[in-house]
């Protein structure tokens, strides 16, 4: 049976990698049947617009998207489509698993996904500036809100994901200490939803700050995490940074009914059209895409490929310094699977 999917191929290095991800999944015999749409950039240069009504509408039937790096020009223009379509969807929870894949690194047993919460938090930069003396913007200020409904949500997602993916533990990230009721809403939310789940995943509270020093001194120990929208933007990267950087680290933005799939790392400009870019990134999150949709045989399968090139075939893209190119990835990832 096939599987109505949106392909946004993105700018810079996307179309290199999310061609290296379809023509390995067409392979795999995934069952997408690509709707190829246009966002980001080159959109904006040929149709006047970053985000076209046509690939809102696709978006809106298939409710499943393979989305390489779009990018957003600094200044001028328009505003981040990554946001506006986490906002759009509700795609309210931002799944960042991290696994130690190449070994030599700093760290042999990482094996921990972040989940951060998408669309609240400080991320509503609700900033404006106050006036002192002669000066109009003496005072920059800004809030952000946490409401009760979301912050029960993401942390019932965290152990539905913990059961749903045979993990033991759920680590609440906070900062209640300071940010009482911002942060302590969170904190409450969480202990009242991992009360209902007591004697099958176990909890765990973390203040944010000590959480970052143990990520980096001590990373085996933790498995599911779930925090508010900033931190989680901010651990995520910390975390890719464990295990090889930004070309090994997927992303998921979930909703109640849809899922779009990507890379955290961008369209990075400086090696675009060159055909070296790490393509294992996006191609987790494909891995991801077909867990989502129910295919853990064949998500399963593509993590072995990846894994046996990497540990086998000792292949690298320059990123992990190596000289291997896009192509000799998505080579190398076909005779894997044969
Ligand atoms: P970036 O992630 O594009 O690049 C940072 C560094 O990592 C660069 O040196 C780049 O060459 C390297 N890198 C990234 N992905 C790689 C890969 N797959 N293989 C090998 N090397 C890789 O971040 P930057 O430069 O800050 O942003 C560039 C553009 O991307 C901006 O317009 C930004 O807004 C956009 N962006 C889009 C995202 C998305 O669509 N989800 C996420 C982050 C940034
Ligand atoms: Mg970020």
Redesign the pocket.
């Known amino acids: 049976e096939r599987i109505p999917a949106t392909l946004i191929a993105?700018?810079?290095?996307g179309p290199d990698?999310t061609a290296s991800v379809t023509t390995v999944l067409d392979a795999l015999g995934a069952p997408f049947e690509w709707d190829k749409q246009e966002a980001g950039l080159g959109a904006f240069e040929k149709e006047g617009t970053a985000l076209p009504e046509k690939t809102l509408e696709s978006i809106q039937r298939t409710g499943l998207v393979l989305?390489?790096?779009?990018?957003?020009?600094?200044g001028k223009g328009f505003r981040?489509?990554?946001v506006t379509l986490r906002q759009k969807f509700d795609l309210y929870a931002n799944v960042r698993p991290t696994q130690t894949l190449v070994p030599g690194g700093r760290y042999e047993n990482v094996d921990l996904v972040v989940i951060r919460e998408n669309v609240e938090g400080l991320y509503a930069a609700m900033e404006h500036y106050l006036p002192s003396g002669n000066d109009p913007q003496a005072v920059a200020y800004g809030a952000g809100y946490n409401t009760r409904t979301e912050c029960n949500r993401i942390v019932r997602f965290a152990f539905e994901y913990a059961l749903k993916n045979g993990r033991k533990k759920v680590t609440l990230v906070h900062k209640a200490n300071i940010l009482k009721i911002l942060s302590g809403l969170f904190l409450e939310e969480g202990r009242r939803v991992a009360a209902e789940y007591e004697g099958r995943v176990a909890v765990e509270e973390k203040i944010v700050d000590a959480c970052a020093m143990e990520l980096v001194v001590k990373p085996e120990q933790y498995d599911v995490m779930v925090t508010t929208n900033l931190f989680g933007d901010i651990l995520s990267d910390l975390t890719a940074g464990l295990v090889g950087?930004?070309?090994m680290a997927p992303g998921a933005n979930i909703g109640e009914t849809m899922g779009l799939f990507?890379?955290?790392?961008?369209?990075?400009?400086?090696?675009a059209g060159k055909g070296?870019?790490?393509?294992l990134?996006?191609m987790m999150a494909g891995s991801m895409m077909l867990a989502h949709v129910g295919r853990l045989d064949l998500s399963q399968r593509l993590d072995n490929a990846m894994k046996h090139i990497i540990e086998v075939d000792g292949i690298r893209?320059?990123?992990l310094g190596g000289s291997a190119t896009t192509e000799d990835v998505t080579q190398a990832l076909l005779r894997a699977i044969r």
């Open positions: 993105g700018d810079g290095i990698i989305k390489g790096p779009l990018t957003t020009p600094v981040s489509i990554n950087g930004l070309g990507e890379a955290v790392h961008g369209s990075a400009p400086d090696i070296i870019a790490n393509p990134a996006l893209t320059r990123d």
